[in-house]
T-cell receptor
């Protein structure tokens, strides 16, 4: 059953702590993306990766970090440097050369 | 960053009504995508458009890629209660590679 999984669905952290959000896909997609969603706004791109061991900053990369050691996995770390980390985080993947992106179910992060 | 203006921001529907929403920009896009998002879930791809003037249907949904390549619209015919949710347009600019720009979304609610 192919798809994109994100875990956990809900995450609570204390201010000042780093937290890592998981994203895995078994669609054999080359490209993977992380977005942040806030109420009343469109999705904003945090980081993206077109190929293993390579990634680029999106529009709002400050306070976030990623790695792409395997094609299937693209974890996102929300660091203590991110000023307003409470949000809904969405991971997506797609085939290089195609513009369609397919989304995971999201992780809601709440920083207390 | 690039802006997509999506309208309306929200609308109320009565079962059986037709619904229309659109996205416009001052930039030229190579691809237009339309997504639907249910509360607390990831967006689901509804329709992808790749050519100026293209008109594509998916069941009761019809979307068009504007001739100027700066706009797109989505129509839903004979709406049903499960159509409620948030609809997003997304566009791909040539100079952005595979990155997408998202509209802020149109919230569809049911009239009570």
């Amino acid at each position: 059953d192919g798809g994109i999984t994100q875990s956990p669905k809900y995450l609570f952290r204390k201010e000042g702590q780093n937290v890592t959000l998981s994203c895995e896909q078994n669609l054999n997609h080359d490209a993977m993306y992380w977005y942040r969603q806030d109420p009343g706004q469109g999705l904003r791109l945090i980081y993206y990766s077109q190929i293993v061991n390579d990634f680029q900053k999106g529009d709002i990369a400050e306070g976030y970090s990623v790695s792409r050691e395997k094609k299937e996995s693209f974890p996102l770390t929300v660091t203590s440097a991110q000023k307003n980390p409470t949000a809904f985080y969405l991971c997506a993947s797609g085939t290089s050369g195609q513009n369609e992106q397919f989304f995971g179910p999201g992780t809601r992060l709440t920083v207390l | 960053g690039q802006q997509l203006n999506q309208s309306p921001q929200s609308m109320f529907i009565q079962e059986g009504e037709d619904v229309s929403m659109n996205c416009t920009s001052s930039s030229i896009f190579n691809t237009w995508l339309w997504y639907k998002q249910d509360p607390g879930e990831g967006p689901v791809l509804l329709i992808a458009l790749y050519k100026a003037g293209e008109l594509t249907s998916n069941g009761r949904l019809t979307a068009q890629f504007g001739i100027t390549r700066k706009d797109s619209f989505l129509n839903i015919s004979a709406s049903i209660p499960s159509d409620v949710g948030i609809y997003f347009c997304a566009g791909q600019l040539a100079e952005y590679g595979n990155k997408l720009v998202f509209g802020a979304g149109t919230i569809l609610r049911v009239k009570s």
